[in-house]
């Protein structure tokens, strides 16, 4: 096999949600058919499906997953924040100041926000102003990854810009940078 064409190499993230300690993921191809067993990263959610049909789109990555919103940025941010931090020192989707924040890192103080295209809506740039001040107010530091042509967001927030639909090497920049800036 050459490296780019393993599942394990051409994507970590979804080679991590094997659920078949039997199968090797650096000895399957990215475009195999065959079927099998995966366990949602995010929400643990069991299912089959082939190798082809988890790496040739973005979009449907976990069946349960996909009926409650979450972006596949989203999820892969939170697995990549689990590897960086501890999956225990992580939340998805958790309530801080009476907000919703997609990933908060509570022991850094840290509130992740994946900014798509909905923030573009009328009145969602408020909403974003409005959580990302009172997480300051508490003492959380706010990072937005602003994915497209958003309009600025003017919280205090660190901002992070990458194209509407960012392939991996956008987000690891992104998790670079974010690492810079925590330490």
């Known amino acids: 096999l050459r490296d780019r064409e393993s599942l394990a190499q ?3 993230h979804i080679a991590a949600e094997l659920d078949d300690p039997a199968v090797d993921a ?3 191809l990215v475009h195999s058919e065959e079927r099998l067993r995966w366990r949602c990263a995010t929400c643990s959610h069991q299912w089959t499906a082939s190798v082809a049909s988890r790496t040739r789109t ?3 990555y976990c069946p349960a997953c996909s009926r409650t919103g979450t972006s596949y940025v ?7 924040s689990w590897r960086i931090w501890g999956r225990s020192r992580v939340r998805h989707q958790s309530t ?5 924040v997609d990933i908060a890192v509570p022991h850094l103080h840290l509130a992740i926000e994946v900014d798509g295209y909905w923030h ?8 974003d102003v409005r959580k990302g ?14 994915m497209g042509d958003l309009p600025r967001v003017d919280d205090g927030s660190h901002a992070f810009a990458v194209s509407r639909n960012p392939d991996d090497t956008e987000l690891i920049g992104f998790l670079r940078w974010l690492a810079d800036i925590t330490g």
């Open 26 to 28: 650096s000895r399957l």
């Open 74 to 80: 989203e999820t892969l941010l939170l697995v990549e």
């Open 10 to 12: 051409a994507h970590p």
């Open 96 to 100: 801080v100041e009476g907000f919703e």
């Open 133 to 146: 001040e009172a997480l300051k107010r508490a003492g959380w530091t706010v990072v937005r990854l602003r």
């Open 58 to 60: 973005r979009t449907h």
């Open 120 to 127: 573009a809506k009328e009145g969602k740039v408020a909403v």
